[in-house]
């Protein structure tokens, strides 16, 4: 898979209420996941939606939950190639900066999300864009 190829999964629906135009974070964790997958359910049961996105980490890059058992959204009609899930992809810009393969247990998927949001830019970290 080409990294342009993945240029839409920071954009596109988002899980509750849509943010104005401009408001989009610029950074987005998204969790492809399967409604069969025991590490998903465990996964929501230990982090879960709710937690990440008011932590500090989720709050740089909030999460977006795909079902990849369903139909893939149109924005992913180029990510296809996704093996084991979960898989959570931290996209920024358009670009993937890093993934997290697999669900092994809360502390060290925090210390793994952590990690990875390490890789955002400086100044760029998630925060809103300021209109101009």
Request: glycine share 12%; aromatic share 10%.
């Amino acid at each position: 898979m080409r990294r342009r190829d993945l240029a839409w999964l920071g954009f596109g629906a988002v899980t509750g209420p849509r943010a104005r135009a401009g408001d989009e974070p610029t950074a987005r964790l998204v969790m492809l996941e399967r409604h069969d997958c025991p590490w998903c359910r465990r996964w929501l049961r230990e982090v879960g939606e709710a937690a990440w996105n008011a932590s500090d980490l989720g709050r740089r890059a909030p999460l977006r939950r795909v079902d990849v058992a369903k139909e893939m959204p149109a924005d992913f009609g180029a990510f296809a190639h996704w093996r084991f899930t979960p898989t959570f992809v931290l996209v920024q810009g358009g670009r993937e900066l890093g993934r997290i393969i697999g669900y092994q247990g809360d502390l060290f998927f925090w210390q793994r999300a952590e990690a990875l949001l390490a890789k955002l830019p400086q100044g760029g970290t998630g925060d809103r864009e300021d209109s101009k």
